[in-house]
């Protein structure tokens, strides 16, 4: 059974930063790895993904401030956030899908593999 266990949620005031982490336990070498938000009442939205070679995509409004990370051999990857906005303020999912010849998805569907979620929430 793969297992993806995120950490590192928390509250945090506007203009301030935090790291989230994700521990995989099936080798992440290959796979598109991603960061995937969800607010109430809004869809789920993919924040950022890595895959082999460490090419990585953002959705438009996190770039410049967040960065995804990882490091295969761990098993572990990271969505380092910077500049936070309350609009940040989401529950943070990691998930994974199986290796892919093309690029990660950008539609949460398709993603294989997840986590139970880590609460960030961004206030003054």
């Known amino acids: 059974q793969v297992r993806l266990v995120e950490s590192g949620g928390g509250s945090v005031q506007p203009g301030g930063s935090l790291r989230l982490s994700c521990v995989a336990s099936?080798?992440?070498?290959?796979?598109?790895m991603a960061w995937i938000r969800q607010s109430p009442g809004k869809e789920r939205e993919v924040v950022a993904t890595i895959r082999a070679y460490g090419i990585k995509t953002y959705t438009d409004s996190v770039k410049d401030r967040f960065d995804i990370s990882k490091v295969n051999a761990w098993n572990t990857t990271w969505l380092d956030m910077n500049k936070l906005k309350s609009e940040d303020t989401a529950m943070y999912y990691c998930a994974a899908l199986d290796p892919t010849s093309g690029p990660c998805p950008d539609d949460s569907n398709r993603y294989n593999y997840w986590g139970q979620g880590t609460q960030v929430t961004v206030s003054s």
């Open positions: 099936i080798y992440i070498g290959y796979a598109c």
